[in-house]
């Protein structure tokens, strides 16, 4: 099926073909470039130094310094409140551990509450770190678990109720699997999120067996008269969508030596938080006296978050 | 031998048509963000935390002068349903049983009580009998099938501003743990040493006070058991969007909600 | 040097013209796909400015059709070595110069898969994290560090083996065989990894029962080798209509036979898994329980992991029986019976069940949004596109119609092949 023909005449048909082709692919072009038309509401684009900005572990103290005075400047532009951002070191010699006594907890979610407005977390998608869930007495197995109970007071008779935050562990799976080391443990045991540098792949989210981290989904909202203007780094700097956060037991707290917010307003007294490491502490004495156990020992994770039942 | 130019060009013509239109969609369509709306969510209000205990001790309330504002009132009372007051046959204010320890804490003993040697009323059953001074005041509830509902158990019969423990021992009311202490040892222990009752304030101590709190501070000692409270909101359902818009899914209709219901108890 | 590249060049316009010659036909093709492009384009810029919340994605299931559609091409991508081991190790004739069409299989459908992952992100624009000695990468730690060297490392395999292949093939030049026999074979072994690792982004995880078993991995190649020589099948039909290159129904009944075994073992694993659960329902039993019965009333899977099983098995009994010998019609009714069947497998029945209670027992099902399914035919769309591009170019090279000898204007004045479709 060889064809000689002369090379003008060839050269006009593949041409025209030519021009019909780009014809058409330009228009092709100009609708995808039309389909990026909702760019336009992105608003304010990312600062270049933002998108430029190192890990954690790579910034040197002039350079915090720099990202602290920049994320300040940014929440005074979105809330209107000059915020305190600072970077809390750990405190040598310190390891956090919390115990929870199952006992008196009656699951009236202060603490849940208490935590949202300490941490500068949306109110709108609702993102809540501390989820207690409703268990019939006599059981641990969680589908039988109801977080989600409303009734008209609490405690209800032959449940108990248990608060689940992120454990802290020691073997954690979140840490493991961040491919770009977003989230790792500090030397006094807290499990961290720089959440300028998560890509939002929610691999940790998958991994974790406490269903402890929450994703932001959509930009957080935050009344601007409940925001808590005391702020840390790693803690609780109002996040942006696209990153994962959870509990950091109230890193700008604890480590200035106080207790984190569920724990202060906790009606029973069910919290009790401190350093392992010192053995007068009240987690050094529940430890040694306490029936404690963990959620899913098995799983091997080795959490420093602790239950225990009273009486 | 070549293509029909007219189906081509007529395809070609459509496609450019096509273009065009999806364009001029892309670049002029409303701005409606194709979102999970959920309305009840944006009504979320975070309640103020507050570090208030569940009850206010004797010394508190003394030294407040009677201000018991520092109570974490919506422990109990539901902040959209203010709670009334009622008022007896004589107009003056009845005083609801839960807050009956707050008037008799305020009470000065020796108005009606002159110094001497008090007794105890019985029922024929054995039960102690409340007097009636103090029927609107107080209602036992201390230990289980009344078992600890006799007065004197705790309060001195002779002298009304001291504390007596079974054996004897006097004790002032700013001793009152330790008059717990002589019936619930293991609490007590774990008191001490911080594993029972919260502590506010700092962890380490080297760096700020810690702030512990007495019995009282949290068990009234006529009625000790923690009242019940009113819980807090939970995590909202969430809503099962997907293959729908944002408008059919905030009015509700399609999937239900899920984690609705609190499931049966069953073992 | 200065010649090499401008001869290079030369070759790279014409193929990028090749592209603009076609028949109606390709041109209908072409722009509908685009027109699914730009809608997916535009839908995942509306991701971009509102969020993942654009999606049906929620805490409880975090990961979604983006990422199932991603595992099921994995196995695509790494079912290229499927025609290249009966060529390169086993010299098989039928199938030696249709290699190069699944090895551009395995480069459109890597690259769809690195769209998934993107469109996935909540930070896209942090990409560069990942990046090793630029950012922070977390290798050997995490999975999914694993998984962007191989599938990057198998991108730029694939990218150079067709490439140099198709430049030798241009120049009329045979290639050296140092130059791909090697990274052919390292490729055998690279299919097989990428698409392990893959799985092992799964199956490393504790707090996940439902895929925290070690037939993960042997289901994930089972179901590839069984789709993506499936989906070869198809394409290698679409070429042999289209084109005038030569594709032998004896290499279409070799992949047949590789489709029919894999689905076997497919099946079998399938049972194993299902054996496991439901005779030892423990507590851990309840994803598969939600999968195949439906858990607590919700039961939104049910219908779709009963239709993928039903068409495994009808595909499997066809494939089984001489008449998909016989009949090329009932071998793609087989075929596309099976890709459907595994995809529903994979995707939906494999990762959102995961997800499925939750850790702490919470149960919240998942349905894709219209933007995300935007998004995604979008993708798919651009795959497709890309593999058609991939073909409009490779095929006159292959034929010898696009050849350094009929450049215009170039050395040789021999009137060549027609360039006419």
């Known amino acids: 099926m060889i064809a000689n023909r002369p090379p003008e005449s060839r050269d006009s048909i593949s041409r025209r073909s030519f021009l019909r082709g780009s014809t058409a692919a330009a228009a092709g072009v100009a609708a995808m470039a039309a389909g990026l038309a909702p760019l336009r509401k992105l608003g304010e684009a990312i600062s270049v130094d933002e998108f430029l900005q190192q890990h954690y572990k790579e910034l040197k103290p002039e350079d915090m310094d720099k990202v602290l005075r920049r994320i300040e400047g940014e929440v005074e532009r979105q809330y209107g409140v000059r915020p305190h951002v600072r970077d809390y070191k750990p405190m040598n010699g310190v390891e956090y551990v919390y115990a929870l006594n199952l006992t008196r907890c009656v699951g009236c979610r202060k603490c849940v509450h208490a935590c949202v407005a300490e941490n500068n977390q949306s109110r709108d998608p609702a993102i809540q770190y501390i989820q207690v869930i409703k268990m019939p007495n006599g059981t641990f197995d969680m589908e039988k678990g109801d977080a989600h109970y409303a009734p008209e007071s609490v405690p209800e008779k032959g449940f108990f109720y248990m608060p689940v935050q992120c454990h802290q562990c020691k073997n954690p799976p979140c840490t493991k699997v961040c491919p770009v080391k977003a989230t790792w443990t500090e030397p006094d045991g807290i499990t961290v999120i720089d959440y300028n540098w998560c890509i939002g792949c929610r691999y940790c989210e998958a991994a974790c067996p406490y269903f402890a981290r929450r994703f932001n989904f959509s930009e957080p909202t935050i009344p601007k008269d409940q925001i808590n203007p005391e702020m840390s780094y790693l803690g609780n700097q109002p996040r942006h969508k696209g990153v994962m956060e959870k509990c950091h037991f109230c890193i700008q707290r604890t480590r200035v030596g106080r207790y984190p917010a569920c724990l202060e307003v906790c009606p029973t007294g069910s919290r009790k938080f401190g350093n392992i490491l010192d053995p007068n502490s009240e987690v050094a004495h529940i430890l040694r006296e306490k029936r404690v156990f963990v959620l899913k020992e098995e799983v091997g994770t080795l959490p420093r978050f602790f239950y225990y039942f009273d009486v | 031998m070549s293509p029909p130019p007219d189906k081509s060009n007529f395809v070609m013509t459509g496609l450019i048509v096509l273009f065009l239109a999806l364009g001029v969609s892309f670049v002029f369509s409303p701005d409606r963000a194709p979102v999970r709306q959920d309305p009840e969510l944006s009504k979320l209000v975070t309640p103020a935390p507050t570090?208030?205990?569940?009850?206010?001790?004797?010394?508190?309330?003394?030294?407040?002068?009677?201000?018991?504002?520092?109570?974490?009132?919506?422990?109990?009372?539901?902040?959209?349903?203010?709670?009334?007051?009622?008022?007896?046959?004589?107009?003056?204010?009845?005083?609801?049983?839960?807050?009956?320890?707050?008037?008799?804490?305020?009470?000065?003993?020796?108005?009606?009580?002159?110094?001497?040697?008090?007794?105890?009323?019985?029922?024929?059953?054995?039960?102690?009998?409340?007097?009636?001074?103090?029927?609107?005041?107080?209602?036992?509830?201390?230990?289980?099938?009344?078992?600890?509902?006799?007065?004197?158990?705790?309060?001195?019969?002779?002298?009304?501003?001291?504390?007596?423990?079974?054996?004897?021992?006097?004790?002032?009311?700013?001793?009152?743990?330790?008059?717990?202490?002589?019936?619930?040892?293991?609490?007590?222990?774990?008191?001490?040493?911080?594993?029972?009752?919260?502590?506010?304030?700092?962890?380490?101590?080297?760096?700020?006070?810690?702030?512990?709190?007495?019995?009282?501070?949290?068990?009234?000692?006529?009625?000790?058991?923690?009242?019940?409270?009113?819980?807090?909101?939970?995590?909202?359902?969430?809503?099962?969007?997907?293959?729908?818009?944002?408008?059919?899914?905030?009015?509700?209709?399609?999937?239900?909600?899920?984690?609705?219901?609190?499931?049966?108890?069953?073992? | 040097m200065i010649t090499a590249a401008r001869n290079y060049t030369r070759f790279l316009a014409r193929c990028f013209r090749c592209l603009f010659e076609g028949d109606w036909r390709y041109f209908l093709w072409v722009g509908l796909l685009t027109a699914v492009c730009s809608l997916g384009l535009n839908a995942y810029s509306k991701q971009i400015v509102h969020g993942l919340a654009t999606t049906g994605m929620t805490d409880q299931v975090s990961w979604g059709v983006y990422i199932a559609n991603f595992t099921f091409l994995?196995?695509?991508?790494?079912?290229?070595?499927?025609?290249?081991?009966?060529?390169?190790?086993?010299?098989?004739?039928?199938?030696?110069?249709?290699?190069?069409?699944?090895?551009?299989?395995?480069?459109?459908?890597?690259?769809?898969?690195?769209?998934?992952?993107?469109?996935?992100?909540?930070?896209?624009?942090?990409?560069?994290?990942?990046?090793?000695?630029?950012?922070?990468?977390?290798?050997?730690?995490?999975?999914?560090?694993?998984?962007?060297?191989?599938?990057?490392?198998?991108?730029?395999?694939?990218?150079?083996?067709?490439?140099?292949?198709?430049?030798?093939?241009?120049?009329?030049?045979?290639?050296?065989?140092?130059?791909?026999?090697?990274?052919?074979?390292?490729?055998?072994?690279?299919?097989?990894?990428?698409?392990?690792?893959?799985?092992?982004?799964?199956?490393?995880?504790?707090?996940?029962?439902?895929?925290?078993?070690?037939?993960?991995?042997?289901?994930?190649?089972?179901?590839?080798?069984?789709?993506?020589?499936?989906?070869?099948?198809?394409?290698?039909?679409?070429?042999?209509?289209?084109?005038?290159?030569?594709?032998?129904?004896?290499?279409?009944?070799?992949?047949?036979?590789?489709?029919?075994?894999?689905?076997?073992?497919?099946?079998?694993?399938?049972?194993?898994?299902?054996?496991?659960?439901?005779?030892?329902?423990?507590?851990?039993?309840?994803?598969?329980?939600?999968?195949?019965?439906?858990?607590?009333?919700?039961?939104?899977?049910?219908?779709?992991?009963?239709?993928?099983?039903?068409?495994?098995?009808?595909?499997?009994?066809?494939?089984?029986?001489?008449?998909?010998?016989?009949?090329?019609?009932?071998?793609?009714?087989?075929?596309?019976?099976?890709?459907?069947?595994?995809?529903?497998?994979?995707?939906?029945?494999?990762?959102?069940?995961?997800?499925?209670?939750?850790?702490?027992?919470?149960?919240?099902?998942?349905?894709?949004?219209?933007?995300?399914?935007?998004?995604?035919?979008?993708?798919?769309?651009?795959?497709?596109?890309?593999?058609?591009?991939?073909?409009?170019?490779?095929?006159?090279?292959?034929?010898?119609?696009?050849?350094?000898?009929?450049?215009?204007?170039?050395?040789?004045?021999?009137?060549?092949?027609?360039?006419?479709?």
């Open chain 2, 51 to 267: 570090t208030a205990t569940l009850r206010i001790t004797a010394t508190q309330l003394k030294a407040s002068g009677g201000d018991a504002s520092i109570l974490d009132c919506y422990a109990c009372h539901d902040e959209k349903k203010p709670p009334t007051v009622k008022l007896g046959a004589d107009g003056s204010i009845v005083f609801p049983k839960e807050h009956a320890d707050l008037r008799l804490m305020m009470a000065n003993c020796s108005a009606c009580h002159v110094d001497k040697k008090l007794e105890v009323e019985y029922a024929k059953n054995g039960d102690v009998v409340m007097p009636k001074a103090h029927a609107d005041l107080l209602a036992m509830g201390h230990g289980r099938n009344n078992r600890n509902t006799n007065c004197f158990n705790c309060h001195s019969q002779s002298k009304l501003d001291e504390l007596v423990t079974r054996d004897g021992t006097k004790l002032t009311f700013a001793q009152a743990p330790l008059l717990c202490a002589s019936c619930h040892g293991p609490t007590y222990r774990d008191w001490e040493l911080g594993m029972h009752g919260r502590t506010n304030g700092y962890w380490d101590t080297s760096k700020g006070k810690a702030v512990r709190q007495d019995c009282n501070a949290c068990h009234d000692p006529h009625g000790p058991a923690i009242p019940q409270i009113i819980p807090l909101a939970g995590p909202k359902p969430v809503l099962t969007h997907g293959l729908r818009s944002a408008a059919t899914a905030a009015e509700g209709g399609g999937p239900k909600a899920e984690g609705g219901p609190p499931k049966a108890a069953s073992q």
């Open chain 3, 74 to 421: 994995v196995g695509v991508a790494a079912a290229a070595v499927m025609l290249v081991i009966p060529v390169y190790v086993y010299h098989n004739e039928d199938l030696h110069d249709l290699v190069i069409f699944g090895e551009l299989l395995a480069v459109a459908a890597i690259l769809m898969c690195l769209a998934f992952v993107t469109v996935d992100l909540g930070r896209p624009e942090r990409f560069w994290h990942l990046i090793p000695f630029v950012g922070k990468f977390n290798f050997p730690g995490s999975m999914l560090s694993w998984d962007v060297i191989v599938l990057n490392g198998y991108l730029a395999l694939n990218v150079y083996i067709c490439g140099y292949l198709l430049y030798c093939r241009y120049r009329n030049v045979k290639p050296s065989k140092w130059f791909y026999i090697p990274f052919v074979f390292v490729g055998i072994g690279w299919a097989i990894s990428i698409h392990t690792v893959t799985a092992f982004l799964y199956v490393g995880l504790g707090g996940r029962p439902f895929w925290n078993s070690a037939i993960v991995g042997p289901r994930f190649i089972a179901s590839a080798f069984t789709a993506g020589p499936a989906i070869i099948i198809i394409a290698l039909q679409i070429i042999r209509r289209f084109s005038s290159y030569e594709v032998r129904d004896k290499a279409l009944m070799t992949l047949r036979s590789i489709v029919q075994v894999s689905m076997l073992i497919n099946l079998f694993l399938l049972a194993n898994e299902v054996f496991k659960e439901f005779y030892t329902d423990s507590l851990h039993v309840a994803s598969a329980k939600y999968l195949f019965f439906g858990l607590h009333g919700h039961n939104a899977l049910v219908p779709w992991i009963w239709t993928a099983i039903s068409l495994n098995c009808i595909a499997m009994t066809l494939l089984a029986m001489p008449l998909t010998k016989r009949s090329l019609l009932w071998l793609d009714v087989a075929c596309v019976m099976a890709i459907v069947g595994i995809w529903i497998e994979k995707g939906m029945g494999l990762v959102v069940p995961g997800f499925i209670p939750s850790p702490l027992g919470e149960i919240v099902e998942y349905l894709p949004t219209w933007n995300e399914t935007l998004v995604c035919l979008g993708i798919w769309a651009f795959g497709l596109l890309a593999y058609t591009f991939f073909l409009r170019m490779s095929v006159p090279i292959l034929n010898g119609r696009l050849n350094q000898t009929n450049e215009p204007g170039g050395e040789s004045q021999q009137s060549g092949a027609k360039n006419a479709t």
